[in-house]
């Protein structure tokens, strides 16, 4: 391993099928946009949702998925306009914030411990979370600006 | 703004399914057996409701039932039954039998990866012999052991199944 331990995005137990088909289902129905795929249909370990346009110039965008059995994730935006960032419930040994809930910022999901904030996805409910992400999702969308992609960042 | 897009996700899950289909949602994942209020609260939803609909999916096998050690309340968990069945059901519904004889013998190859990398044999012995092994790797490991599991269990089924269809052959 490369990656210095404080950058690890490891999830605790065992990646969950039946977590990532839910999310799929939930983000779906709620986006015309969207297509879920798996990995592998035997062993599905991270789901990706295709999104047939992007935020702003980006022509097209993923979010890939990854859950476990004990409600950890790391739910990842990438755009082809090299836009990425990370909304992640784990374990880390970042400063801050306190909470397993983080979130990592665009442009490039940094990774740099002083620059990971608290994430707007405070939750480890699958069925709150899919919808709290395509709501995060079409606001950034439909405003073409990532400055609500983690809305714990933008108080009123 | 932060808890209003958590705040807006929780009041359309309700909106969106029924008390019956949010417990049936969050007792589907309960690998660790808690009480009706645990499973309540997580459903957006009564004790009393829940505890109903608990009794309901029990009785269909859905949910296993146990005593909490004091033997006060009742606890639920996803029966691991229904779960084995009906993972194997879906694997069998999207893999022919000779693909799936493949994809064991090649899960099966990719453990045996992980134990030479890693000179364990499981997950946990080797985050006991390496407190510096890569994390990730022990989560994908994890996750193919588990899913091999799910396989072989699909197998059985579609060989039990040709058996009980054709019970004068093979």
Known sequence: ?156 | MADEVLRDAVSDWVEETTPRERVHSVIERTYDAVSADEIAERAETTAKTARKHLEELSREGVVTKTASPDRKATLYKRSPTSLVIEEAARINDSVSKPELIERIAELEAEIETYREQTGADSPDDAALQDESVDKELLFEWRGTARNLRFAKAALAISQAENAVEQPNTG
């Open chain 1, 1 to 156: 391993m490369t990656e210095p331990q404080t950058e690890s995005h490891a999830l605790r137990g065992a990646p969950d099928g039946v977590a990532l088909r839910r999310f799929r289902e939930i983000f779906e129905t709620q986006e015309p946009l969207a297509r879920g795929e798996f990995d592998d249909v035997v062993n599905p370990q991270t789901l990706a949702l295709h999104l047939s346009d992007g935020v702003g110039s980006a022509e097209k965008a993923r979010i890939d998925v990854r859950w476990s059995t004990t409600d950890d994730y790391n739910i990842h935006y990438t755009d082809t306009a090299g836009v990425d960032l990370r909304w992640d419930r784990h374990p880390h040994q970042y400063p801050a914030p306190p909470a397993d809930s983080h979130f990592h910022p665009p442009p490039d999901a940094v990774t740099d411990p002083t620059n990971v904030e608290s994430s707007c996805i405070d939750e480890n409910r699958v069925d709150v979370v899919a919808r709290a992400v395509h709501k995060l999702w079409r606001t950034m969308y439909e405003e073409c600006s990532f400055s609500d992609a983690n809305a714990a960042e933008n108080p009123p």
